[in-house]
């Protein structure tokens, strides 16, 4: 009776286990982000998270497994910052009854979301040497964080963007747009230690990422008002006259 009262309640067990699990993901991020997935080594993992190796096998089946749950936890963090705006927009697109400059007021919102997810978090900080490996040589965790996380942000830039101008989301020049506007903000984030040193700024604090912001949203609106990106229902037709040589 007393081994029994000794054993560990289920849900302790279970937030015991989760912790763990945890644990391996966060240190298992920094190490494969620093060595990539062959230079990595279980034992590192273990190490950094304080738990045993054998933990590694029992809740991620292997090696493998923990590197596309490092991948798999990056789509789920990410998609806690970004669903909520890309459903907004998913909504507000519906019917296309929506003016101008609610719909910008939504881009603006959306890129606003995004750059202080990819520059002024700190998780994402610990995100930059892991994506850029699986950028470089993409496997099957390119796939989960492509899948899970890139295309949805990608398609919700396009859509907003295609809705603005009044062009197809088929448009190939929208869909360059969508990734130059990305692009804007992920240069902080893919080149933040040369930015900091050409800006001089110690670190991508509140303040400058605020800066960061209105300056991307300035650009945006830049880009946006330019004739070959102007939606053409807002530019009004000369009505011809009589007579005309056209005609």
């Given at each position: 009776?007393?081994?029994?009262?000794?054993r560990p309640e289920p849900a302790q067990s279970s937030a015991r286990g989760d912790d763990t699990r945890h644990r391996l993901v966060d240190a298992a991020l920094h190490i494969f982000g620093s060595y990539g997935f062959e230079g990595a080594s279980t034992r590192a993992v273990a190490d950094r998270a304080?738990?045993?190796?054998?933990?590694?096998?029992?809740y991620f089946g292997s090696k493998e497994g923990l590197y596309r749950a490092v991948a798999q936890s990056i789509v789920e963090d990410g998609s806690r910052e970004m669903l909520p705006i890309i459903q907004r927009i998913d909504e507000s697109l519906v019917g296309k009854h929506l003016d101008r400059e609610s719909a910008l007021t939504l881009l603006h919102e959306l890129l606003d979301t995004f750059s202080t997810m990819v520059i002024g978090s700190r998780r994402a900080l610990s995100?930059?040497?892991f994506i850029m490996r699986e950028q470089l040589q993409p496997?099957?965790?390119?796939?989960?964080?492509?899948?899970?996380?890139?295309?949805?942000?990608?398609?919700?830039?396009?859509?907003?963007?295609?809705?603005?101008?009044?062009?197809?989301?088929?448009?190939?020049?929208?869909a360059v747009l969508a990734q130059m506007v990305l692009g804007q903000a992920l240069i902080f984030h893919n080149c933040g230690e040369s930015v900091l040193r050409l800006l001089a700024w110690k670190e991508f604090s509140a303040d400058k990422v605020s800066l960061i912001q209105a300056v991307l949203r300035d650009?945006?609106?830049?880009?946006?008002?330019?004739?070959?990106?102007?939606?053409?229902s807002t530019v009004a037709r000369k009505p011809r006259r009589k007579g005309s040589r056209h005609e």
């Open positions: 009776m007393a081994a029994e009262s000794a304080g738990a045993n190796l054998a933990s590694i096998p029992y995100w930059s040497r496997g099957s965790a390119f796939e989960i964080l492509f899948e899970g996380l890139m295309r949805r942000i990608g398609q919700t830039f396009v859509k907003i963007l295609a809705y603005l101008t009044g062009n197809s989301t088929t448009d190939p020049r929208i650009n945006v609106d830049l880009i946006l008002a330019a004739p070959r990106f102007k939606r053409a």
